[in-house]
Structure formats: C-alpha cells, structure tokens
C-alpha cells in the first residue's frame, strides 16, 4: 500500500527505490531511444535551412532531408495502397458510411505518392544546386 500512513520504514524505503528505479529505467530507455532516432524538422524549420544554404555541403544535407521525407511519403502509400486491397478483398469488414474506407484509403495513396513527387524533385534541384556550388569554386 503506497499511500497508506501506516507504513513501516523499510517498506518506505523499498517503495522510494522502486520508484527510483522504474524512473531510471524509464529514462535509459528514453535516452536510448533517442540516439537511434532520426532528426525530425518541421515545414518551417526546413524552409528556413533552404533559405540559409551557403554551401555544397548544406545543399546535400538539405536534399538527404528531402530524400529522407519522400522515403516516408513512399512508406504511408503503401500502407495505404495495402489498406486499400484489403477494403477491396473485404468491403463488409469496414462500416459502409460514406467516404467508405477504400475512398479513404485511394484519396490519401494518391495525396501520398504527389508529396513523395514533390520532395524528390525538391532533393534532385538541391543536389543540383549542390552541384552548381562545387562547379563554381
């Protein structure tokens, strides 16, 4: 009983070091977790180091960020395309209100692929640029 006011001193003490512990446990794990995560920027952030590149450097850094968020467009189409050969195998699994699962599912395949598009092209113009800088010295 963790909250009882009878409570003996050793009881306390065992109670006080459990906790301790599952918190260390808690942040080794967070910390591990964190070095084997990649770096995530938002739209802003990322508009901002595209207007700051100076270098051929920064330019290919820019485009393996590029590179690295079509990779994930290309990840959740096919999650998508998968849910929507599912929905077409199985309609009467999934409620029939509309939009139905498998409009769903195509509207965002198709949102997916155009984002996946548009961050290859942006990667490919940085890697020109990139490119074009290194020409230049």
Avoid: W
Avoid at 106 to 132: C, M, V, W
Wanted: glycine residues 6%; positive net charge; aromatic residues 8%.
């Amino acid at each position: 009983m963790p909250f009882s006011r009878v409570q003996s001193d050793s009881e306390f003490a065992m109670h006080v070091n459990t906790t301790i512990l599952g918190i260390g446990v808690a942040l080794g794990a967070g910390a591990a977790s964190a070095q084997v995560s990649v770096e995530k920027y938002s739209d802003r952030e990322l508009r901002a180091m595209i207007r700051n590149v100076r270098t051929a450097e920064d330019c290919e850094r820019v485009a393996s960020l590029f590179r690295r968020r079509a990779g994930e467009f290309r990840e959740k189409e096919r999650e998508q395309e998968r849910i929507l050969q599912d929905y077409l195998a199985n309609p009467g699994k999934y409620p029939s209100k509309y939009p139905t699962r498998g409009d769903v599912a195509r509207q965002l395949t198709a949102y997916y692929r155009g984002k996946a598009a548009e961050a290859e092209r942006q990667a490919s113009n940085q890697t020109r640029l990139a490119n074009l800088v290194r020409s230049e010295k």
